[in-house]
């Protein structure tokens, strides 16, 4: 270590000396390899003709995003003011959510299109448009709730409120030849005598034919007759048979209706023709069925059959 240091210029001499030396030898290394890497770089590469088309789809995608300026997503929320939660069966639901109903039976998306208060719990049995119809009524006729002219068929809000039968009892009392006598036991119709063809007097009826009939009767050890005088409902078409001596009660059928709209209340006859009240259309039904639980009716124009339930 004294040498070095009394000799440190020959040292710094001799190391420099030493790292000319391995600098000389690795350039002399490079460029003995130099022709060989240069000819590999001149090597002719051969084209493949199988290689498919290139596709520019994506970057003419994004080339056209980059183009078109940036714009806010439709949200039904607000920015600037926190959503309601509304607590149901214990737990917090979102309004906005329309996984979850607020109202079982109406989607939230069909309330909130319609301007309806999701929070209002009454909002189903409610009548924003005042037509008649509730807007549950309204969301199963897929009609605007919000629109006086858009409702359900006018006809869902007839009721029955009550049946009534008027009894008309009639006699074939005797017959004579072509004539026939027929009591009539109300609505004070006198006794007539007709013939085949011949209307019964204040009646629907009319004569349509006679058939003689007799029956054995064991006790008398005679034949009883049981002839029959065959009648027709001229406003039905339906027949009713007379059998000699025996009454046959062939009453007047009555439904009393009630319209929920304006609570107005009229009576219909079985096999009358009516309309609803204050229907700008002035659509025709007939009472064509009634009992005690409900009464059908059909459309006069379409023929479709409706059934009026019994009112609650």
Known sequence: MDWIKKHYDRVALIVAGVILIAAAAFLFVQIRAFPEAFAKAQQKYEHKANLGE??????????????EPAAWKVHPGSLLVSRRYILKDGLLVDPLDNAVEIHPGVPNQWLR????????????????????????EEYDAKTNPVDKNSHPPLIAKLRLKSYMKQPFRLVFSAYDGDFFQINALDGRIPSQFV???DPITRTKFEVVRFEKKTTYNPRTRS?????ELVLVNKETGEEVRLILNQTVDSPDSYAQFIFLIDRSEFTVKKDQVFTLPNDPAKTEFKLIDINDREAVISNVTTGEKITVPKLD
Do not use: M, Q, R
């Open 195 to 197: 013939k085949i063809g």
């Open 113 to 136: 299109d319609h301007g309806l208060d999701l929070l209002d719990p009454n909002v189903l049995n409610s009548d924003p448009d005042n037509d008649g119809f509730t807007v549950k």
């Open 54 to 67: 290139i596709s520019l789809e994506a970057e003419e995608k994004a080339i056209a995003s980059i183009a």
């Open 223 to 227: 034949d009883t007759d049981i002839s």
